[in-house]
């Protein structure tokens, strides 16, 4: 997986924009932190390979059962139930069936201390109780896990993956030409269809189903604020409509959804998409906790990537949220670069 830092992009070397991790389907998490201009928000910054997560060449079959009606059950205040999923075996259709059972969720609990382990899993450290890995991780026993999903995108690794099993999923422009985000390479999905949503949450629901079999209490999904750049050609309100897809799934396998950054996302459409909390990276840094905080109160998860911002974060929120200073390519320990502080 590439390294991204689509906000500040900070000075990270091109060699940290290397590839990635693929198990069971496609590619795999990115991080965020970025720059307000030209879109505002959002971001990520994708953690270099490991050991522990580089697999082999996606499976060409992906294929669960998601829904793109609202869901029925409600938040929990106990541990989610997790609905184990059966290998898919049809291709998927535009229109999938709704998840075979529905269960209860819960958002991870609020100020908790938590780390961020997208770049490689490792054993937490001591008071650690919520932790976000990539979905191709396992999860940390007995704490509070997030599975990390890069929804909105595809990863530079997959996309021949893409490309040979459902190139009607990618965004074309009027030319016909495939629309990248050039800072990361990565191709935009085609979500501003009904049909097409429905095909991605096919898509992407395998990759759920996978969190939800491993133990993770909720999921992820990067890349909202994919509309941004995509020269026109998709809306938020289709990206809204997607993600309420997304979270219809996961919320009927027993898992919490977080939205990833896009500050500037109203609280109307924040309902509308299902989400239950937050994860905000460089909050601090562009002043934009507070957005955050307006629609999920104290259930919002900072990440800061500078100890100048962390100490201001800490100073504004600490005891109220959940924030954590980790260096830009979230390492893990030994590697040199490793940082991690909680307050």
Known sequence: MAVHRRRSRLKVGMAVAAVAVVAAGIGIGTADAGTHKPWQGGGRHTPKPTASTTSAAPSPTVKPSPTTASPTPTKATS?????????????????????????????????????????GAYTPPAGVSVVSRDRTSNVAAGLYNICYVNAFQAQPDDNSWWKANHPELLLKDASGNLVIDKDWNEILLDFSTAAKRAALTTVVGEWIDGCATKGFQAVEPDNLDSYTRSKGLLTESQAIAYAASLTAYAHGKGLAVGQKNTADLSTANAKQAGFDFAVAEECADFDE???????????????????????????????????????????????????????
């Open 79 to 119: 541990a989610p139930t997790k609905t184990p999923t059966q290998a898919p075996t049809a291709t998927p259709s535009a229109t999938p069936a709704k998840p075979a059972s529905t269960g209860t969720w819960t958002p991870p609990p609020a100020n908790g201390t938590f780390d961020y382990q997208i770049g």
């Open 289 to 343: 906790c507070e957005n955050y905080t307006a629609t999920y109160g104290n259930n919002v998860i900072v990440i800061e990537y500078t100890q100048s911002e962390f100490t201001k974060a800490c100073s504004a929120f600490g005891s109220k949220l959940s924030i954590v200073l980790r260096d830009v390519d979230v390492t893990t320990p030994g590697s040199g670069s490793y940082v991690f502080k909680s307050c």
